[in-house]
């Protein structure tokens, strides 16, 4: 039986667990594959630290890069992180010597994956990253393999454990969004600097990665709207809640009529969806096809979920089904055109926080009918009511808006002129409304 | 660029949609593959039929045995259904020709998929079936491939539309199952003979195969324990709410110390769990790996989805990546040993229909201790509330019970015991409870 050796950089909990897992299943997967697979080189910062698994007989680099050009190995398995060097050094390395590389680095693939993908085409290389987007969920394979008949509208997700974390804590348990940060990293959910998790930039690499796949684009991070959810207060969940929808901070891409929207922000998703219902540290993934609609649901980090979507693509490529970095060749993925923000279209609850007298409200729907928005409703809230609310003071209300479909660009003057009018206070709260 | 010739059997609604997405998606798909992928030869009922797509260049066979034997093609798909001829002899056949097969046929593969497998291996050819299980959901793939990495403890799916649509109606509108099962068969989601669906035979075949795939063990559909959704009432689905549970008609598999346990039959499905909100014809399932827990969402008929499945499949056999039928190849399946229904651990809702006297409910949960079972409640319920249930008389009440875990075998001999007292009337109600 042929062995397919496998150089592993970054040896953190995801590498330990690969190397366990190839360890522990060996006998199966050399079933399913013909061959054995197996860890003969590795890099990692410490060579003392314990990892539990048996590293002994395997060779050592310092140099990531090294590793990734020894001779003696077939593919690359890149697990440190970071979208420069050494990670993009060693990927590149790799792939320009022709071998496989597995990667779970989301940050490498959404700044240089295209130019990833073209060195492995010209070198016989191949490029996989399942683990990158969505951990244990399989949306890569299912992207770029499964749904291949499907002319794809529109992808989206639950992409960050972090941030759901903390809004159904917040949901669930009523509770500020400042406490369950505390809590999701006194658990080890989020980082002690979480401003790339709960700003919305994890999910938006990851987004990049599902757009490329789903529409057969260029990836292109930068034209990704990024809105976080540091400014969610537990008065919208309750109001959401109400009126039938939970809050999630979703990554969206649409394919549209001014080309691809591509955005991430906190979206008021239907009770009744599937992806709505999705709580936790969980991930999950939704995607409209003209044949099929399809939403998965699994973990979207941790070292198990991590390994498995790695040891997956490396049991592909032991198996020889290579394909394509992100489902075509290069030259066949179109540049993303980037529909603008403004023009996004949708419902959105706005929730303002108003001086408390007569013609108020009649001010803020004055300003709404100027720029052509219709009302489904208009809510105002005495104080005691909008106890969530950060920005209301006790002489305030909390006046509450959902519109029907309208524009970006509608929403944000007629915010503007209400502004203007001197009758709010605070910062105005625009969530997007996702419906089919 | 070179051709992958189709050979296609069965020309009904999905025949026709495979057809015409091949067409709409060619440029894409050659993108994709590398290959132009085309259907050159059909057979079918009828020649004259419009079936909306242009048929006009392709060979016509009368006899799909012939189809699947001519030389001049590459893959032979296989839409006749019907685990008998002429499916089985020109799927045989083809494989023996060294063939690739896709099929959407889960009757033929639940009684000779190992053979045809091992005619596949034999030959060269190989066997793809993932339009055969949950329509659009590409869980094939996903046990076949994503996840071979992890053991798989567990997997269970809504897999049968028909079915999950009259409970939903049942549960969502308060009907009765007759009004629903009508209702589906208007609707087209039910046949005029609805045994097959909704007596759990079709969810059967799916779980034969998802239990091979999950567990790498040969297919064996016979030792399936299988019931259906007709004895359910509304009352049941009422207290099914109740109680936190949605109630699903399931197919599960689950490794346990005895074997394997495969089962049908309706199922209490805690509220929380992704699967329980699955409405209307809708599939699901789910797999609990050692490493990732994934549920997968979508629909599971109808000629756009099962199309989009067999696509996927002519797309993999277009790049290369054929692959064993059930994962491993058919030397390394390992027989499935059957775990004993009787053995079944678990906790049980049991409604009984009891005489409205004195002591009977005194009696009933004598009988349950007798057998070791933990009640977890009791409920004795007046005929006004009792009204769902078909087999309660005027003068007769519900009492409603709910175990904590027991075996199938304890609750069986404490049924029979009761009986035999005489305090009850009519068919006792068990549905087993699905927990983690």
């Not at 001014?258 to 939704?286: C, D, F, L, Y």
Request: hydrophobic residues 45%.
């Amino acid at each position: 039986m042929s062995q397919l050796k496998i150089g592993l950089a970054g040896l953190g909990t995801v590498g330990a667990a690969v190397v366990g897992m190839l360890e522990r299943r060996a006998g199966e997967i050399a079933a399913r594959t013909g061959r054995t697979v197996k860890v003969v080189a590795v890099s990692a910062r410490s060579k003392s630290k314990d990892r539990g698994v048996d590293l002994s007989a395997v060779r050592w680099y310092d140099d990531p890069v090294e590793l990734a050009r020894d001779p003696d190995i077939d593919v690359f398995v890149e697990l440190m992180g970071g979208e420069g060097d050494p990670a993009r050094a060693a990927v590149t390395a790799a792939l320009q010597a022709g071998r496989a590389v597995v990667t779970a680095n989301k940050a490498l693939l959404a700044r240089h994956g295209l130019e990833l993908a073209k060195i492995a085409e010209a070198s016989g290389g191949s490029l996989h990253f399942e683990a990158a987007v969505a951990g244990g969920i399989p949306i890569v394979k299912t992207l770029r393999e499964a749904l291949g008949g499907n002319r794809i509208g529109r992808v989206s997700g639950i992409l960050n454990g972090t941030c759901n974390y903390i809004l159904t804590r917040m949901a669930d348990e009523k509770l500020a969004f400042d406490t369950c940060l505390s809590e999701a990293q006194r658990l080890g959910y989020a980082e002690a600097d979480p401003t790339f998790d709960i700003d919305g930039h994890d999910t938006a690499h990851k987004l990049a990665l599902l757009t490329s796949l789903a529409f057969g684009t260029q990836v292109d991070a930068d034209s990704i709207y990024v809105e976080g959810i540091r400014s969610l207060t537990l008065a919208d969940l309750e109001a959401a809640d109400e009126l039938g929808f939970n809050v999630k901070l979703l990554g969206v891409a649409v394919r549209t009529d001014e080309g691809i929207e591509q955005r991430v922000h906190p979206t008021m998703v239907p009770k009744g969806w599937p992806i709505a219902q999705v709580s936790g540290v969980t991930n999950a993934v939704a995607v409209d096809g003209d044949a099929v609609n399809l939403t998965l649901v699994g973990p979207g980090a941790g070292g198990a979920a991590t390994a498995s979507a790695v040891v997956g693509d490396l049991i592909d490529v032991a198996k020889g089904n290579r394909g394509f970095a992100f489902g075509l060749p290069v030259s066949a993925l179109e540049p993303c055109e980037r529909a603008p923000m403004q023009r996004h279209g949708g419902g959105y609850y706005i929730r303002l926080a108003a001086v408390n007298k007569p013609g108020t409200a009649a001010t803020i729907a004055g300003r709404m009918a100027e720029e052509g928005i219709s009302l489904a409703s208009i809510v105002q809230r005495q104080p005691a009511r909008a106890a969530g609310a950060k920005t209301v003071g006790p002489e305030d209300v909390a006046v509450i808006l959902i519109t029907y479909a309208t524009t970006e660009d509608a929403v944000r003057k007629a915010i503007d002129a209400i502004e203007a009018d001197g009758v709010i206070v605070g910062r105005p709260q625009v969530i997007r409304i996702e419906k089919d």
